[in-house]
């Protein structure tokens, strides 16, 4: 269970530095991780699934969590792009240079903006923080129980 949790911390982290560049329907984020790739939200989210089906032990979780991704989160992926391609025109251009998911190791040079602790807490990212701790005690709680 301990790697598990061990896996969820970054992908804690990237959504919650993320979550401090997002200026939803404003401005076109680019710095920070989207810099690297266009979806470190989604990113996060994976990586936090992955944690978890690591301290379930379980591969129903693993397959259960991939499902989801591929039938959810692609989808939702593909409609916000043609929403940034409808609102910002240097959508264009910024998805030519930043993979969609799987991330650049360089970021690009273009990456413009500075984390906002003000849209993290806006954006209430500390949810994740809280759920991914409420999930780790009922896997922890789980283990316990199953153990005696």
């Known amino acids: 269970m301990l ?17 401090g560049y997002v200026q939803k329907n404003e401005q076109l984020a680019i710095g920070g991780p989207y810099a690297y790739t266009r979806n470190p939200l989604y990113l ?13 032990r379980s591969w129903w979780i693993a397959l259960a969590s991939a499902l989801i991704f591929f039938a ?3 989808p939702v992926i593909h409609s916000e792009e043609a929403f940034l391609r409808s609102r910002f025109p240097e959508f264009e251009e910024y998805a030519r240079r930043v993979p969609r998911f799987v991330p650049r190791l360089i970021g690009t040079n273009a990456a413009t903006g500075a984390f906002s602790r003000n849209l993290y807490w806006q954006h209430r990212e500390y949810n994740a923080l809280l759920g991914a701790g409420a999930m780790m005690a009922a896997l922890a709680a789980k283990l316990l129980w199953f153990s005696r």
């Open 3 to 19: 790697v598990g949790a061990i896996v969820c911390i970054p992908g804690l982290a990237l959504r919650a530095v993320a979550s």
């Open 44 to 56: 996060g989210s994976l990586i936090l699934a992955s944690g978890f089906a690591v301290a379930a």
């Open 72 to 74: 959810v989160y692609l």
